[in-house]
């Protein structure tokens, strides 16, 4: 019987070191992981940044696109609100909006 035990012990402790191997595995590739969504979020905060400052048109865009997601969000939505366009950041009707573009357009 003592060498069913320990072979049994053996067995126990090598499935115990796999799995300790298997969460140092994990954590290496969780933090690889962080890095490379850290680098690409950077990458496109720098991309965001560069499109904005040579086109005034882009931020106007994006501005479209979150009304957009709004707009989704609170049709879904069981309650129901009503809310001003320049609360959604569409001031693109807006005649000081629409020139305070062209001007920055301009200035390039």
Known sequence: MNI????EAKQVAAQEAQRASFYVERAI???QEKIV???GEAQAAKLLGESMKHDAGF???RKIRAAQ???KTISTS?????????TLM???ADEDYLSSIDKKAIRR
């Open 4 to 7: 069913f035990a320990a072979v």
């Open 29 to 31: 590739q969780s933090r």
């Open 37 to 39: 969504q850290a680098e």
């Open 59 to 61: 931020l106007k865009l």
């Open 69 to 71: 997601e709004i707009a």
């Open 78 to 86: 069981a309650n129901r609100i009503y809310l001003p366009s320049n």
């Open 90 to 92: 569409l001031n693109i």
